[in-house]
């Protein structure tokens, strides 16, 4: 596994390199090496790197000085993480839904600067709370900073839809639901 210390993400890259000695090469988006530290030795091994600045770290493992990653070098996203306060909800699904059929709406991820994330693994919820009590909703990470959120409102009423980043509120909508004709 390889663990970025600044999001916690890991991501793992098989490889047999059996009780060869092997060391981690790893550039940062300038290609300037970045200090890493390597941890186990049961087989499996663990590596730790601290990310000094935005963009596409490089990763390769070496045997005796030679790469084993046959040309396909890991690549490391590293971004500013979201910020609730800019993300948003848009689509149908905030505006209006019927009774019995899908309704959607997706979540944009965005960082400090208001910058759309390039990539996925935000802790978004979503709580729908409508006239007979909570209601189940599939959020789909499309791995881009976008998410795809689908629920089905079983009746008739208002609904409220609170998006959430962690704990912190995105925002809230309250839905309409009608009838089909």
């Known amino acids: ?19 060869y000695a092997f060391e981690i090469k790893i550039l940062d988006p ?8 390597i941890m186990g030795g049961d087989g499996s091994y663990m590596v730790e790197f601290l990310p000094n600045k935005i963009g596409i770290y490089n990763v390769d493992v070496l045997v005796f000085g030679r790469s084993v990653m046959q040309n396909r070098l890991h690549q490391c996203h590293v971004t500013y993480g979201p910020d609730a306060s ?20 997706e979540i ?40 795809l959120v689908q629920y089905v409102p079983p009746c008739l009423g208002t609904y409220q839809i609170s998006v959430l980043l ?9 839905v309409t639901v009608s009838y089909t004709h």
Not at 125 to 140: A, N
């Open 1 to 19: 596994c390889i663990r970025d210390r600044s999001t916690g993400n890991e991501e793992g890259i098989p490889i047999n390199i059996g009780t």
């Open 30 to 37: 300038n290609n300037t090496p970045v200090k890493s530290e």
């Open 86 to 105: 800019k993300c948003f909800a848009h689509g149908e699904g905030i505006k209006t839904a019927q009774v019995g059929k899908p309704a959607q709406f």
């Open 108 to 147: 944009y991820s965005k960082d400090h600067t208001g910058k759309i994330r390039p990539i996925g693994g935000d802790l978004f919820s979503v709580d729908i709370k409508g006239p007979q009590g909570h209601l189940w909703s599939e959020i789909r990470d499309n791995n881009n900073g976008s998410y």
């Open 166 to 174: 962690g704990t912190q509120n995105v925002c809230t909508h309250f």
